[in-house]
């Protein structure tokens, strides 16, 4: 199983940030929460921190745990980590994303997520209202 990190990242609005997977990627087309795998003897937070400078060039603060999915799609199973994270600084870059958005949370199932990210969509969207700030 591989354990994937993903941040839930909130700006001073309340808003989500979503990122939507490159055709021709694994999962191409697909929104999700942007992150990336967790390697070896990093934590979560750690992880989310590297990955959000890499793919998007965005600095961020992980703030709590959010929830955890597995999800197996042929050979492959993952267990994907949320945490709820603060935007810090920098303009978004995206590298394995082509297009990102920030969305109220009711509004993110207006967009089509890969299938792991499903259930956080559906806690969010559930709140009926903007997030507080991370």
């Not at 961020?60 to 600084?89: N, S, W």
Request: aromatic share 8%.
């Amino acid at each position: 199983m591989i354990d994937v990190a993903a941040a839930i990242v909130t700006n001073e609005q309340g808003d989500v940030l979503i990122a939507r997977r490159k055709a021709g990627k694994a999962q191409g087309g697909l929104w999700e929460f942007p992150g990336g795998k967790i390697e070896q003897g990093e934590s979560v937070e750690a992880c989310l921190k590297r990955e959000l400078l890499e793919e998007m060039n965005i600095q961020i603060e992980p703030v709590a745990f959010f929830g955890m999915q597995k999800h197996a799609e042929g050979d492959t199973a993952i267990r994907l980590i949320a945490y709820t994270a603060k935007y810090i600084a920098g303009e978004i870059e995206l590298v394995d994303h082509d297009a990102c958005d920030w969305v109220e949370p009711i509004a993110l199932t207006h967009y089509l997520f890969a299938p792991a990210d499903r259930p956080f969509v559906s806690a969010l969207a559930a709140s009926q209202s903007r997030l507080p700030e991370a």
